[in-house]
């Protein structure tokens, strides 16, 4: 079964850090550029992050650049996103997607996605 399972999420004071993790199975991730969207309640879905097949290019949101952190273990099957400096506005539910080749701020252009994990900054 090709699926993309998330997780990491968890609740943190602002400021704090998490790690989410994106591990895919039956499949191979390598082929697939690999995006990171998130959803806040009540608001649509937004772009976060992408990374390249081989890992070598990485983009993100322009409100996340210099704190997120988007890496991957293709032998691992697994994407990151490290979060530092966490900030209740980035408050979501974290999702995955993959997506052949090419990255994407897309989510129409992601073909499997993951069920989410909830990330919650607050004091």
């Known amino acids: 079964q090709l699926q993309l399972v998330e997780s990491g999420g968890g609740s943190v004071q602002p400021g704090g850090s998490l790690r989410l993790s994106c591990a895919a199975s039956g499949f191979p991730l390598r082929y697939y550029a690999i995006g990171w969207f998130r959803q806040a309640p009540g608001k649509d879905r937004d772009w976060v992050s992408c990374?390249?097949?081989?890992?070598?290019?990485?983009n993100y949101l322009d409100s996340v650049k210099g704190r997120f952190t988007i890496s991957r273990d293709n032998a691992k099957n697994t994407v990151y996103l490290q979060m530092n400096s966490l900030k209740p506005e980035d408050t979501a539910v974290y999702y995955c997607?993959?997506?052949?080749?090419?990255?994407?701020?897309?989510?129409?252009?992601?073909?499997?996605w993951g069920q989410g994990t909830q990330a919650t900054v607050s004091s």
């Open positions: 990374i390249s097949t081989s890992g070598d290019r990485t």
């Open positions: 997607a993959a997506r052949s080749i090419y990255c994407s701020s897309l989510g129409s252009e992601y073909t499997k």
